[in-house]
């Protein structure tokens, strides 16, 4: 099972992303350890907030009972990057 969450759910706000990823690993691996069912959690997390509320550092990382299984990063330097889909 498979459970995602939106991306930008979590933000560091001014700080880099990678500044979280230990605390969200432990935090998912605890909570996962209680089950016995194979689950793989999704978050997206947001950071280095610029004075314009711009995330400048992203990443979407998935974290089952072992730790992170894998994680991608985004680092954008200005606004006129981001691409609105």
Do not use: H
């Not at 991306?7 to 880099?16: I, R, V, W």
């Not at 995330?55 to 006129?80: F, L, W, Y």
Request: glycine share 8%.
């Amino acid at each position: 099972m498979v459970l995602f969450y939106s991306p930008g759910m979590f933000s560091t706000d001014k700080k880099e992303t990678k500044t979280y990823y230990n605390e969200v690993e432990e935090t998912v691996k605890d909570i996962l350890s209680k089950t016995k069912r194979s689950i793989v959690v999704c978050v997206g997390i947001d950071g280095s907030v610029d004075e314009e509320c711009y995330s400048n550092d992203q990443i979407g990382i998935a974290v089952g009972k072992n730790g992170i299984e894998i994680s991608s990063t985004q680092q954008v330097d200005s606004p006129e990057k981001w691409i609105n889909i």
